[in-house]
């Protein structure tokens, strides 16, 4: 069955780092666009990280330098690296594929995004 599956999230003070994992078995060949986004109690979920089939990638500017997303097609694992986490980084986290192999303008979209993996939570305490 081929399906997105978060793991990594957890608490975390601030000022700490997280990896989170998505397993991608699937979608690393059938998906132009993979990324991770977020969404916190009471708000819209937004994009992270995005990366194309060709190591392009795209970050929030909230997130710009304490974030990394790192794709390991051996593995068809899909990674978020955080570092230097804040409260405002307290969120459920969820890895995303397009499930569509053809190239895209941009990948930062959230409406690209046709298969999600079922969230990790994130908190980050003060």
């Known amino acids: 069955q081929v399906q997105l599956v978060e793991s990594g999230g957890g608490s975390v003070q601030a000022g700490g780092s997280l990896r989170l994992s998505c397993l991608a078995s699937g979608y690393m060949s059938s998906s132009y666009c993979m990324g991770w986004f977020r969404q916190a109690p009471g708000k819209e979920r937004e994009m992270v990280a995005t990366?194309?089939?060709?190591?392009?990638?795209t970050y929030a500017d909230s997130v710009k330098g304490r974030f990394t997303i790192i794709k390991d097609k051996a593995k068809s694992i899909l990674y978020l690296q955080m570092n230097r986490l804040s409260p405002d980084d307290t969120a459920m986290y969820y890895c995303?594929?397009?499930?569509?192999?053809?190239?895209?303008?941009?990948?930062?979209?959230?409406?690209?995004?046709?298969?999600w993996g079922q969230g990790t939570q994130v908190t980050v305490t003060s």
């Open positions: 995303a594929a397009d499930s569509n192999p053809f190239p895209k303008v941009y990948c930062y979209g959230r409406d690209l995004y046709k298969d």
């Open positions: 990366m194309d089939r060709d190591a392009s990638t």
